[in-house]
């Protein structure tokens, strides 16, 4: 179980990197001005893919730290990763259910 929650981690790792690094990058082209509104769609689309990468990512590594503590791998692995899923079901809602809501 140890190896596999590795590998999770080792591969979340490379889409958080990929995911964050064209978000933060068109988001920082949408502020100088550099793309039109068409390419605008990347910014707003990339975000709940970078979440879930960060997220997956975030709740292996943390799960792989605690192993010591708890002992047991798959107790810390269920418990960080309902966390990381109530979060990301909270983003979700936030995203698509307040979209047109007007602050």
Request: glycine letters at 6%; proline letters at 2%; aromatic letters at 18%.
């Amino acid at each position: 179980m140890q190896k596999i929650v590795q590998n999770l981690a080792q591969v979340s790792l490379y889409f958080f990197v990929f995911f964050g690094a064209l978000h933060i990058g068109t988001s920082l082209l949408m502020a100088n001005g550099a793309i039109n509104r068409a390419d605008t769609l990347i910014f707003n689309v990339l975000d709940l893919p970078f979440l879930l990468a960060a997220l997956v990512y975030g709740s292996a590594r943390f799960s792989l730290a605690l192993e010591p503590i708890v002992g047991d791998l798959k107790k810390s692995f269920i418990t960080c990763g309902s966390f990381a899923f109530l979060f990301f079901l909270t983003a979700l809602y936030f995203n698509f259910g307040l979209s047109d809501a007007n602050f």
